[in-house]
């Protein structure tokens, strides 16, 4: 082995010889994936701070308008693995009118909803009104079941029983105040119970027609503000509804 040091002038050459193992190699990680779901202006507010720092091209974005989800996604550099990422925006109901089932079709028992309204006294107009329905939501599986005994002993005809019973003295709709869209403010909200006898058990079921006008009005609204940014601060980006 020669090794030629080659010195400036007036100075000697001088030759380091080091010992050791080298430093491993790190093994390759797998790309992190870079996701973000937040509200329905998530994409807007990305787009506004990010698309003129390089990350993307407008043309390697696509942006999904989903009105049925009251949902906007950017999936930016789709093709690169390495650098692909998604955000997401959408429109949130309000944790009070999800956690009551309205409009969900999903079933209550009277015992349940009472308790529900109960925890929930302060949507409504005063602690009494609210008392009062849960007063009669506890008492009316009691009453149904009496009716049914009477039924069977007397005449066997348990259809006619039922229709009666829930036609009692149960409210056909109340009003609740309360925010529709998460972030909202509170507003009345007029809910109808529509209750189903089964044997010996009782269930309702929450409907407010007028909070699904005013989803539909507000969903599409926001939607459209959304998509009206987002054509401003990126127009070249693809917007596809689906």
Known sequence: MVIN?????????????LEGQAAQKL?????LLYEIDGNIGAV?????????TGQFKQQDCTILVNRGEMSICLKFNERDF???????????LDDGFN???????QPWTSTELAMALKMNRAFFKSKTECAELVSLFNNFSATVN???????KETGDKTDNFSQVVNSNLPQKFTLNLPIIKGDEPQPVEVETYAKVDGRTVTFILLSPGAKEVIDTIKNKKIDDEIGKIKDIAPKVA????
């Open 146 to 152: 009496q009716s049914i005994e009477r039924s069977v």
């Open 239 to 242: 917007i596809i509804e689906i």
């Open 82 to 92: 390495y650098n692909k990422g998604k955000v997401s925006g959408s429109i949130h």
């Open 44 to 52: 807007s507010e990305f787009l506004d701070k990010r698309v003129e």
């Open 5 to 17: 040091l080659p010195a400036e002038a007036g100075e000697k050459p001088v030759l380091t010889i």
């Open 27 to 31: 093994n390759e990680q797998a790309p």
């Open 99 to 105: 956690m009551l089932r309205i409009n969900t079709f």
